[in-house]
């Protein structure tokens, strides 16, 4: 069983920050590329930054500059810096990862969503 946990979520007002962490737990033999999405009220889920194991990272354009994406591979836990929060930016975070594991000689590789965890930013 492998589960994806998050926290760090809550209400911080308009230009405050926020940190966000997710992480992977289970019988897992590897974790690939992790990332974060979310999805507004109304609106369609959007990546909003991802990063490979290697550390390479990809963010949207409308979070560059203001948020952070980081790993530890050791711990599993990938994290989402947020700074200078607007109000566009509230919505409910989801955690994804590329996790393999293993199963007698055979391994699998999968994706995984995390439950969410809701921001809001507002004053």
């Known amino acids: 069983q492998v589960q994806l946990v998050e926290s760090g979520g809550g209400l911080v007002q308009p230009g405050g920050p926020l940190r966000l962490s997710c992480a992977a737990a289970?019988?897992?033999?590897?974790?690939?590329?992790m990332g974060w999405y979310r999805q507004a009220p109304g609106k369609q889920r959007e990546l909003v930054a991802s990063i490979m194991w290697s550390g390479r990272t990809n963010y949207a354009d409308s979070v560059k500059g203001r948020f952070t994406i980081s790993r530890d591979n050791a711990k599993r836990t990938t994290y989402l810096n947020c700074d200078s929060l607007r109000p566009e930016d509230t919505a409910v975070y989801y955690c994804?990862?590329?996790?393999?594991?293993?199963?007698?000689?055979?391994?699998?590789?999968?994706?995984?969503w995390g439950q969410g965890t809701l921001v809001t930013v507002s004053s």
């Open positions: 994804n990862a590329e996790i393999t594991t293993k199963s007698g000689s055979f391994f699998s590789t999968n994706t995984h």
């Open positions: 289970g019988s897992i033999a590897s974790v690939g590329a």
